[in-house]
DNA sequence: TTGTACGCGTTATCAA
DNA sequence: TTGATAACGCGTACAA
């Protein structure tokens, strides 16, 4: 029965005398009916408590009104905040969503392809699901949007910018005075990725270089042990790094952690920086200097692309970029040009405010 | 064509030279096919890249495969903690997620009978859909497991513990010498509401009594407009509270930028606490003493309830309660029992290790 | 071991 | 204005 009313619409047909088709017309408008006969209509519908079998529905219209969406995770705010963005827009534009979240599961593949028969386009995270698989699906005509990633051929890309903002994050450190620079977070060919190369060119351009980056995971407890093997004394270069720039805020979190076990103050012993703006970088003591993320937007803006590449209203796959925003708090170092009493007032490129 | 491959099983059995049947046998092994025929099968589903419409398999199965959720929210770290428990178990056991977020929309009614049609039971986060609705829906023989709020007859209930654990913290509060108490959060008539009389029950033992909640918002902006006006010189009783105790860790983030504004040291000059121990209640200082929620347990909790109610393995309604964790830190005052210079003495309750 | 035919619940076309 | 009927794509008794 697939748990609707049980009530199909031959019963309700029954019930007032009429045939499906005449029910069909009059519960959707799609077509004449006469006043007596929609009147006739409704009280069996209402009677029997019908609702037409979303499945009934889909095979016959030939869509899902559903979107789905492929997240690596749902822990940490940065993919919930994302996802809401989404599932905000979507839902006004009558679809449902479908979440998946592949974080550490096998058959990925597997779960996508399920995923692809039961919307009608599909969001996927940047280094979620093989290339391969994406374009797969790509190839079966259904509308893909990438997030947060590169592009891939015939979808579309929403991502935030990464270049830009990482070079003016390095100039603001290097601004500070740091020569010795460490990188945490494991280079994911994606986004991070595009973190790094930004960092680097704006260190090179000054003639610093930064160490490989540490290949930790994007958690708090990943960025804790990254920062001991980073700061531990001797441990990975000779001197001690002025200035760690983290992959993400969780990381950047787990680093301060790391220095206080240490015995180290930050910034004052070594300046940290994140990237996304989640809420604890803005609590967090010192407050975490980082690169705010449009989070929801980016959901919103996919939903919207996804949207227009299903009902066609754009053929030509599009790609778009977001800004990013660098906040300068407290966690880069002292900013002697304000008086330090005044708190608002580290803020450089932006006042801390919450994110709209 | 709801964006399949486009192949059918139809077109499978012609290019095989065999009946729908045997393709559909030899597919998922339910019924004798010879090893010839097995072959040719699945050659001409290769070559065709034949996948089964999901739209087919669940009309003709007469289940979904997909579960739902409707959560008020998922900005904040709780609900999408939740979620994230829930997908991992829904996912293990077959069954996509479908999420709907209520969050200030219109039509809650309507997007959630939708949802209804379209999964096989679901998990309703308390105060998201009037309790009508929900009846209705369990009247309909859907399965449905009633989150984080008081049971619905007929419905599973999965929540966590609040009575007692707001007790454990008012005493530990009262511990302090704090007399003068207020409460930040509105009353939900849910599980907030358990905690508020959790902690009048305790400090009405003790003699004291706390005004009433202020009915902020369950947000670091409502925690803040809260903190105001609770903190303000003579705003809203005579003395200033020595405890504000929030509904959960986001007020009480802003609870704390209120004190900072009103130059306010917390907690030498006002004790703060919280309720989740979200990733921000760690990192934040100073770090809250709070109530630490299973949250991911209660998702996954959900998902498995559900799934009994499902496949039928259980007939009847159950409740089932997690035990929290009270998580001393800093916010609550100083432990002057244990030397101030050692920070993980600061945990009585518990060690402020990560949740689990 | 295989094939036929019906059921699942709609929408939509076309004839009346 | 209405009704019969053909899709839509699959699973599965039942017959062969």
Redesign the interface.
Known sequence: ??????ATIYAVAQRAGVSIATVSRALRGTGPVSATTREKVLKAVAEL?F??????V??AE???A?NGMVLP?????Y???V??GY??VA?ELGR??????T?G?EMVND?V??????V?GMVVFGRTVEDAVVREIIG???PVVVLASDAIDGADLVASENVESARALAVHLLGHGHTRFALAGRDDGGDVSQRWQGVRQALAAHGVEAAEPYPCEYT??GGQEAGHAILRPGSRSAARPQAVICADD?IA?GV??AA?DLGLAVPHDVAVTGWDD???AR???PALTTVRQPMRALGARAARALDELITGTRTTPAAQVLPTTLVVRASCGPHPQTPPTA?SSQEEMCRDT?PA
Chains 1, 2 share one sequence.
């Open positions: 029965m697939v748990k609707d009313d049980g408590r609702t037409p079998s979303r499945l009934g889909s095979l030939g869509r899902h559903a995770d749902l822990s940490g705010p993919f919930a905040e996802l809401l599932e905000e839902s449902s969503v479908i979440v998946l979240s974080r599961r779960l392809r399920d995923l692809a028969g039961r009608d079966t005509g259904m708090v407890e969780q979190l301060i952690l206080e989640i809420m604890a609590h967090a003591r708190p919450p």
